[in-house]
């Protein structure tokens, strides 16, 4: 019982001591389950998720192609192709696959988002007069060229070196834009990109960076009304709490039925071994207070053997059994003239050099398995009265 009461005690201390996950009330969302980006705070899926689910400015939208769509008040529609919670950091591109257009407009004004790694660019309008861009600077982008001209783009490190670039021949100056690349195009002061790979945005408020390398989601602090952004450790299961519970007692109760069984098993063999050992450690004295002193390890000793009646066959070679006709042991006939020795009580008879090897060995006749350990003595008078009467019983047999 001590130890079924442990066991309990420690099952309950280990479920009482697993810290419980708390869960942040807003469920992650998604446009596309497959390719689409996670949606979560501080941005929100508007018209799915709650508005307490994410911060004002960081509404993002669902189109009618399942893609996840930001609207940046100044410069209009993006997709969003990634977001990236701990580096607090926003990727997104042109829906119609132009967005070198979309970048002679773009605007980050009136949004909570930042070009982390900008790169000023140049944009030129030249006539169709063939020109060879592989040794030049400038990159044709052709989404924005026509049949009859070309747009192109030169990057430049600072803007007062984009605002004095000199255009190409039969080219004129569009406009010098600032454009907020990705960290790894940004290390290359002459990119060869063409500006279609995606734009880097990042906000600086909320700050979830160290909850998100902790393996935390942020959210709203306490109840709906509060502003403060606190950080939920993230859900370890997608399972619902029934859920939970059902396999914790289903699984966790016979388990721990096991346990105990397995345990009180345990214990009656440990119990029942120290029983046997105690036994053992007193037997050998009671053996050796019990045993006869003519038995050796594990038959009869010689003086015992010989101590037996034994009788030499005539020619008529008759027994007191008429069925004793040959050996037991060896299972050769007896012949004139063989000397037989009979074990006493049970009366069977045997060649004298099979029955003393059997009794070396073993302490019982062969034939009944009695043991003739307690009549010892009675061969050896009977032998001695025989020589003196010539009892027809115990004198041999055919002289």
Request: aromatic share 10%; charged share 15%.
């Amino acid at each position: 019982m001590d130890t079924i009461t442990l066991i309990l005690t420690l099952f309950s201390f280990i479920i009482l001591t697993i810290p419980s996950l708390s869960a942040n009330p807003c469920k992650p969302g998604s446009c596309n389950a497959v390719l689409g980006p996670v949606v979560r705070f501080p941005f929100r899926l508007a018209g799915q998720q709650s508005a307490r689910c994410g911060q004002p400015g960081f509404d993002l939208y669902c189109n009618s192609e399942n893609q996840t769509i930001l609207n940046l008040p100044e410069s209009g529609e993006f997709v969003v192709d990634h977001i990236d919670y701990a580096a607090q950091a926003l990727f997104i591109n042109d829906p119609d696959s132009c967005l070198p257009g979309r970048i002679l407009n773009f605007s980050l004004s009136g949004s909570p988002f930042l070009g982390a790694y900008t790169r000023n660019y140049t944009f030129f309008n030249c006539s169709s007069d063939y020109m060879d861009y592989t040794s030049t600077r400038y990159m044709p982008l052709y989404c924005l060229s026509g049949k009859n001209y070309t747009v192109l783009a030169m990057s430049s490190h600072s803007s007062a070196s984009a605002a004095a670039a000199a255009p190409p021949p039969t080219c004129s100056k569009i406009k010098s834009v600032l454009v907020p690349l990705e960290w790894t195009l940004s290390q290359f002061y002459w990119t060869s990109m063409d500006l279609r790979e995606d734009l880097e945005l990042v906000w600086n408020d909320p700050i979830c960076r160290s909850c998100e390398i902790d393996g935390g989601i942020c959210g709203y602090k306490g109840d709906w009304r509060g502003s403060e952004v606190a950080c939920f450790r993230r859900s370890r299961s997608v399972l619902p709490k029934s859920a939970k519970y059902g396999i914790v007692i289903g699984v966790g109760i016979p388990g721990l039925l096991c346990l105990i069984g397995l345990t009180c098993y345990a214990c009656g063999m440990i119990r029942a071994f120290n029983i046997r050992r105690r036994l053992d450690s007193n037997l050998p004295t009671t053996i050796s207070e019990q045993r006869p002193v003519i038995r050796s390890a594990s038959g009869l000793d010689r003086p015992t053997i010989e101590s037996y009646p034994t009788t030499v066959l005539g020619e008529s070679r008759r027994l007191p059994k008429a069925s004793d006709i040959s050996c037991p042991i060896c299972l050769a006939d007896y012949q004139p003239k063989e000397t037989l020795r009979s074990i006493p009580e049970c009366n069977h008879y045997f060649h004298a050099d099979c029955i003393d090897e059997w009794l070396k060995l073993n302490g019982t006749c062969p034939l009944c398995r009695n043991s003739p350990v307690s009549s010892v003595a009675t061969p050896r008078f009977s032998m001695s009265a025989s020589s003196s009467s010539s009892s027809p019983s115990t004198t041999p047999h055919g002289r």
